[in-house]
């Protein structure tokens, strides 16, 4: 069994997998404070004992972190519930996976992982496109060659920044309104956030196969993909746990390269 840990702004997800089937898989809030670890080991130790884990039966771990304050406190987390040293991803990790990496420090682990399963399971030339806290899209050549990164505010972060830096507008769910339209507060935001980011994300796609080719693939990912129904048909594929399988793959290929 394999424990994937993607630490990421907004949340922290922990899935377990056996091969390439998800058993379980918890979602965190992010918290970055004193009683972190705390908080963490008793959310996932009251989980692996709800879902009947033995800690024996786990043979790897991996973390992926973009919140470096929170890194050591999920090491040991992991190191006390399940007393195995986790593969940390990063720079020292990337020379045993099969992609090309001009600027291994610069680079997010998620997007890393984004690129190995999209290589992976594509196979060809493609563009990772991930819904989260920001909205990245990572540009990954049939090589293995991550070409670059473009990264644009994410739908919440929008949303939130709206809300919070001005006195009258309200915080808004995130869906698409009956409208294009806005009738009202709340689908005037969400007409121009939701349907705004429909015309960046196909802009976007539309600009990076104008330069590199127009046989690029997309594919999504990330918690939020699944709420602009209209960019569905845009995409080769749409994984929500995208990321967390590439996290899963390191395992893999860590293992083998080590056999």
């Known amino acids: 069994m394999i424990v994937a840990i993607d630490i990421g702004n907004s949340n922290v997800v922990v899935g377990l997998a056996e091969g390439e089937n998800w058993h379980h898989i918890w979602r965190y809030n992010t918290v970055i404070d004193r009683e972190a670890p705390y908080y963490y080991s008793k959310q996932l130790s009251q989980h692996l004992m709800d879902a009947d884990v033995k800690p024996q039966n786990v043979e790897s771990i991996v973390i992926s972190s973009v919140v470096p304050d929170l890194t050591q406190a999920w090491v040991e987390v992991v190191q006390a519930l399940f007393g195995k040293e986790p593969i940390l991803l990063?720079?020292?990790?990337?020379?045993?996976?099969p992609l090309q990496i001009d600027r291994p420090d610069e680079i997010g682990t998620d997007l890393v992982a984004n690129?190995?399963?999209?290589?992976?399971?594509i196979g060809e030339d493609v563009i990772v496109v991930d819904f989260g806290t920001a909205l990245t899209f990572t540009i990954v050549d049939h090589t293995g060659y991550i070409r670059g990164v473009n990264i644009a505010p994410g739908l919440k972060t929008a949303i939130a920044a709206l809300f919070s830096k001005?006195?009258?507008?309200?915080?808004v769910p995130l869906e698409l309104p009956p409208s294009i339209v806005g009738q009202g507060t709340v689908h005037a935001i969400q007409n121009g956030v939701l349907v705004g980011y429909v015309g960046l994300v196909r802009h976007m796609i539309a600009e990076i196969r104008k330069e590199l080719g127009e046989h690029y693939k997309a594919i999504a990912t990330g918690g939020l993909s699944a709420i602009l129904h209209p960019l569905k048909a845009d995409f080769e594929l749409v994984d929500p746990v995208l990321t967390l399988n590439g996290i899963r793959r390191v395992a893999e290929m860590v293992s083998e390269e080590e056999a």
Request: proline share 10%; hydrophobic share 30%.
């Open 90 to 97: 990063g720079p020292s990790v990337y020379t045993k996976l």
């Open 166 to 171: 001005t006195a009258q507008l309200p915080e």
């Open 115 to 121: 690129a190995l399963e999209g290589y992976c399971k």
